[in-house]
Each structure stands twice: as C-alpha cells, then as structure tokens.
C-alpha cells in the first residue's frame, strides 16, 4: 500500500508477522569479517537503502571451461566486472571458476554493486581479507575507472549509521 518498488522486511516470529527495524544489520548478521572475498555494499531498494554483503569465491577450475555462478546479482554485469579486473586489474581468472553472491536474498542488481563485486573476486583469488570496516560502491568503466552513482548521500548516511569508517 505504497509506492512501487519500495520493499520491507518481516520476519515471522512467536508475535506473527513483524516488521524488521533495522534492515540492514538484519542483512549483515551472519557476516564474519575477516575473511577473504567478502565486502559489504550499500544497495537502494526503492528509497531505503540496504547494507549488503557480497561474497565471492575463487577456486581453480578447468582452462578449457571454467564455471561462473551468480547469485543475487545480474550475471551480464559480473561478467563485466571480471573481464575487467582480468584485462585492467591483471587478475588472471580465465582459468578459475568464480562464484559471487549477493548474501540475505536480496538481489543486488544496480551497477553501484560493480566495485564491491571486483573487490570481493580479486580479495578471494589473493586470499586477503579487505579491512571490515569497508564498504564500497561504485560502477566500473570497460576501462577501468570507478564512476559515480546516484542516491550517494543516503547510501553513505546508510554506511555511517552502521559504523563503517572506510568507503
């Protein structure tokens, strides 16, 4: 009863049918920095935005037919991003199958999610960890470069809210 593309989160509890306060810590409850090939990014459902961890991994494969699973996020889009990391970034995945999710079931589909995506895979195929007080956003140019996207002042209120320091 609202407007479209607006989302909210419940959870079904001994009370029935409640609505989630606090979205984003929901989402990232599970998370256990310090670990490689994770990130948390924040994604605008709507107009409420969402702290969202995005995990890859990367793991030998077959040269001839390495696989590539996505899940929650648009597959075209970390196909980009990994051509990308592999010609710009010098990361050699022809070779290497690369799993990438969006974590909590949402699907993190804008292009704001590009450079967590490239952060996660090349933080993944070196095995470091990234700082866990970091969150990123940022699409990605075929040449490399990370471009802006809209709603950056409510993604980055989003992100001081839940005491990241490093964006």
Known sequence: FGPSREMALFDLNEQGVVPVENPSAALLAGRRPGQSGTVVTPVLEGSLPLLVEIQALVTGGNPGNPRR????LDYQRVAMVLAVLEKRGGVPLAG????????????AEEPSCDLAVALAVASSFYDRPLPHNLAVFGELGLTGEVRRVGGGRKRWE???????TRV
């Open 69 to 72: 699973l996505v899940t929650g």
């Open 96 to 107: 290497r199958d690369v799993y990438v999710s969006a974590i909590g079931g949402v699907r």
């Open 158 to 164: 989003e992100i001081k809210r839940h005491g990241y």
